[in-house]
């Protein structure tokens, strides 16, 4: 069965460092840029990162940046999201995905049900 699997959310104050990972299986996702998004309770579901194939290029959410580093891992087929400097604004569900490109397109073809990350003020 091909799918991605998040973990590593829980429940952190302000402050703090989570870092969730996307293990997927059944696929080698070594071709395909990958990114990470969140959904807050209420709201729409909005991007927060994404990485080429390769790992050389990423991107950010403005919301986001310098606090949060996406990376990944080929040879575990793993994508990786270190967040610091934790906000209660940060509180959501956070999925993976895989583009269906090396490059980030928009255009997903696999996505992971998720993780919550709870940041408590």
């Known amino acids: 069965q091909v799918q991605l699997v998040e973990s590593g959310g829980g429940l952190v104050q302000a402050g703090g460092s989570l870092r969730p990972s996307c293990a997927a299986s059944?696929?080698?996702?070594?071709?395909?840029?990958m990114a990470w998004f969140r959904q807050a309770p209420g709201k729409q579901r909005e991007f927060v990162a994404a990485?080429?194939?390769?790992?050389?290029?990423?991107n950010y959410a403005d919301s986001v940046k310098g606090r949060f580093i996406i990376s990944r891992d080929n040879a575990k087929n793993t994508l990786y999201l270190q967040m610091n400097t934790l906000k209660p604004e940060d509180t959501a569900i956070y999925h993976c995905?895989?583009?269906?490109?090396?490059?980030?397109?928009?255009?997903?073809?696999?996505w992971g049900q998720g993780t919550q990350v709870t940041v408590s003020s």
């Open positions: 059944g696929r080698t996702l070594s071709r395909n840029a």
């Open positions: 995905a895989a583009d269906i490109r090396t490059y980030y397109s928009g255009d997903f073809d696999m």
């Open positions: 990485i080429t194939a390769g790992g050389g290029t990423t």
